[in-house]
T-cell receptor, first 115, second 118 residues
């Protein structure tokens, strides 16, 4: 079945440091890939997405490129801020059963950015 | 972006009572909504898939008689936790899939409901 593996945290960085959170996936066909972010006590917010190979999703300084050859979708940001502290989830979506598009999530990576 | 409203954000109830959680897509139609449960410091566990006008599809191990799902319109799905017990205490999150022509089938999430059963 489908699966998503992302680097385990927690990750602790200083402000303005470079961030990479690795994510690899296993799926048949051509899934869409997502990064969601969850701030404390809140639901998930879509951070960025990519729907086909070589697509680059970007938002708020974060980027991730859909690499089919390595089945990866690593999240990067050049200079993190304290406000980026949150849990980041990598996920894939593939049509499953009729018109359903279930999301398969990684376990999440807690990022803490210190001033 | 698309907005999903989930209500209430927090509920405390006595053991044995039932609790209803609402999930609304505010600016798009959602033929499919999803209900998740999240344990502390863990990922989301899909409980069920809710399709407008039909019965929900439950994941293995989820009791359909305890977690009643109704998806009566294209913008509203409800989850009712029946006869709640302390072990049902958790963070419940809904999502709605934007199935419109430009929606990209992306799931948008509600802010979650913290259920505490005393």
């Amino acid at each position: 079945g489908d699966s998503v593996t992302q680097m385990e945290g927690p990750v602790t960085l200083s402000e303005e440091a470079f961030l990479t959170i690795n994510c690899t996936y296993t799926a048949t066909g051509y899934p869409s890939l997502f990064w969601y972010v969850q701030y404390p006590g809140e639901g998930l917010q879509l951070l960025l997405k990519a729907t086909k190979a070589d697509d680059k999703g970007s938002n708020k300084g974060f980027e991730a490129t859909y690499r089919k050859e390595t089945t990866s979708f690593h999240l990067e940001k050049g200079s993190v801020q304290v406000s980026d502290s949150a849990v980041y989830f990598c996920a894939l979506s593939r049509r499953s059963g009729g018109s359903n598009y279930k999301l398969t999530f990684g376990k999440g990576t807690l990022l803490t950015v210190n001033p | 972006g698309a907005v999903v409203s989930q209500h209430p954000s927090r509920v405390i109830c006595k053991s044995g009572t039932s609790v209803k959680i609402e999930c609304r897509s505010l600016d798009f139609q959602a033929t499919t909504m999803f209900w998740y449960r999240q344990f502390p410091k863990q990922s989301l566990m899909l409980m069920a898939t809710s399709n407008e006008g039909s019965k929900a599809t439950y994941e293995q191990g989820v009791e359909k008689d305890k977690f009643l799902i109704n998806h009566a319109s294209l913008t509203l799905s409800t989850l009712t936790v029946t006869s709640a017990h302390p072990e049902d205490s958790s963070f419940y999150i809904c999502s709605a899939r934007d199935s419109g022509p430009s929606g990209g089938n992306i799931q948008y999430f509600g802010a979650g409901t913290r259920l505490s059963v005393l």
